[in-house]
């Protein structure tokens, strides 16, 4: 199934629940452009609010064009009224389209399904490499000098999204909310499991112990 992850940087009306529409499945995340980022699965999609709580959503997309995880994201500025001017800015900020605010549910949904399959193509493989540490995330496998690290889903996911930002401290709340946690309360304690049997398994695998405990933060993906 191909996925699109939603960026939405304000609450909107309806919901941000999962639309599952034939072999396409829309994940909708309630993200702040100043906290990091969230686990994205599949193509990413932002709608940019015009004006933001601590920074210009022109600013925003401007971020998000130079971030590795998301400047191949489809962005769509939300203006605040349809203003000749504004919507130059926007694009010269780096979004791909615009709208005029509020956006609700079935607006999200409507822009982003009328695009063509093609331009929502997820399959392409990717690898995420940090030093002799891989995750290959079309075959869902990690490694360590080419040799398979046996993870669950949950720890391969944890895995995968501290490599795609190491040396960041993450606390246990962001976790949850960064692998999509949030729908079913988890237990914050739940977290130090998940990063213990992620540290088993890369000792075990000869990687080491490079997940670090930061007292009172949380944890951290040391940099080679």
């Known amino acids: 199934m191909r996925q ?68 191949q994201a489809h962005i769509t500025m939300v203006l605040e009224e349809d203003d000749l001017e504004a919507r130059r800015r926007a694009l010269r900020a780096g979004a791909d389209d615009y709208v005029v605010g509020p956006v609700d549910r079935n607006g999200v949904l409507d822009r982003v399904l009328s695009l063509q399959a093609a331009e929502l193509d997820t399959t392409a493989a990717r690898t995420i490499r940090l030093g002799e540490l891989t995750v290959d995330l079309a075959a869902l496998q990690a490694r360590w000098k080419g040799v398979a690290i046996q993870l669950m889903p949950n720890e391969f996911r944890l895995l995968r999204y501290f490599m795609e930002q190491p040396g960041q401290v993450f606390s246990r709340t962001q976790l949850i909310s960064a692998l999509g946690k949030q729908e079913q309360p988890i237990d914050e304690r739940t977290v130090d499991a998940w990063v213990s049997r992620l540290r088993r398994a890369l000792h075990d695998a000869g990687a080491g112990s490079p997940l670090r405990t930061v007292r009172s933060l949380g944890y951290v993906l040391d940099k080679p």
């Open 4 to 71: 699109i992850d939603v960026l939405l940087t304000s609450d909107i009306s309806g919901g941000c629940d999962a639309f599952v529409h034939g072999d396409l499945r829309i994940a909708m995340h309630r993200w702040s452009g100043n906290a990091p980022l969230p686990l994205l699965d599949g193509k990413a999609w932002a709608f940019v609010d015009w004006v933001l709580p601590d920074l210009s959503g022109l600013e925003l997309c401007r971020r998000l064009r130079c971030d590795p995880h998301a400047s």
